[in-house]
């Protein structure tokens, strides 16, 4: 099944840093920009990060200065790097790329 993965979740607490990293399956992030997305319990799914082939960099207004994404090239991974970690970050958190959505990885930020 091509997808890809997103892993590296977890429970944090408010103001705590975090990494989560996506890997291809069956697809090779290397050669697509790929995209984090997030989504809380009863919330629209929203764009979050995304880095193109060249690393090039986009962010949602809500997370820059505390999120960065990066890219393993070779190596298949795109990075998502999230520091000062606010409650209202809480949300499953997935990659897209190509056209593709994958498993995502649960962050829960609470105290």
């Known amino acids: 099944q091509i997808q890809p993965i997103a892993f590296g979740g977890g429970l944090v607490q408010p103001g705590a840093s975090l990494t989560v990293r996506c890997t291809g399956s069956?697809?090779?992030?290397?050669?697509?920009?790929t995209s984090w997305y997030r989504q809380a319990p009863g919330k629209d799914r929203e764009f979050v990060a995304r880095?193109?082939?060249?690393?090039?960099?986009s962010y949602a207004e809500f997370v820059k200065g505390r999120f960065t994404i990066s890219r393993s090239s070779p190596g298949n991974t795109v990075w998502l790097q999230m520091e000062r970690l606010e409650p209202g970050d809480t949300a499953e958190y997935l990659c897209y790329c190509n056209g593709y959505w994958g498993q995502g990885t649960q962050v829960t930020v609470s105290s």
């Open positions: 880095i193109t082939t060249g690393g090039k960099t």
């Open positions: 069956g697809i090779t992030l290397d050669d697509y920009a």
